[in-house]
């Protein structure tokens, strides 16, 4: 029996009351987008976005400070300890993992013709111009890879290994980070990022090491629709 399942068994009511704050935060994430759309310029909608998907999470940060604040999660089980050198290479070894299962994955999907199960481009001008591109930089690749890591691998990976075992905890967990980008084409990619960044984060202990893998996967992808 793992240690870390003793660490940490919440009640399924918390569980339940996390998701539907997960739910209700990316529920907002997809309107406001469809509401930048309609009525804001192409232009201006492409620098955004960044922000309508990181101001909504900051509800799933205050969700877990709340639990830790109110005793239903502990800052020990999240783990914010400082990674070591052989943490941080891993997180970057698995980036590269990660990226060449993509690349195999749309070879794949292009073989097959299924348009609909192929990753969507990210615009070039996703960082707006100007000052706006430092702060949208840091959103991308810093806000939003340590909000949605302390929420989906912190919290909620975390409380299905109190109630399930690890496999049944990685698949869950990943599962609702993938369905919640929103995305048929990056389903796939993102449920096995999130594999592989779960089973990281079980065996380092340490949140900062998925943290790292997250923000070096952002920074690439925007790198890329830079250069597109």
Known sequence: MNTQRLKYNPSYK???????????????????????????????????VPWAIALPQFFLGLFVFAGIKTGHITSKTINFKKPTYIQIVSSIFLLGVNFIFIYLYVIFIAILGIEIFMPTLVPPDILGDGFVVYINLITICLLVPILEEIFFRGFLFNAFLGKFRLIYAIFLSSGIFAIMHG??????????????????????KTIWAPVITHSLQNLFVVLVALAA
């Open 14 to 48: 918390y569980i339940f009351v996390g998701i539907f704050v997960l739910l209700a935060v990316y529920l907002n994430i997809l309107l406001v987008k469809y509401v930048l759309t309609l009525y804001a310029n192409v232009s201006v909608v492409a620098y955004l």
């Open 183 to 204: 995305s048929i084409g990056f389903f796939v990619p993102l449920f096995f990022s999130s594999i592989m960044i779960s089973f990281l984060y079980y065996k380092a």
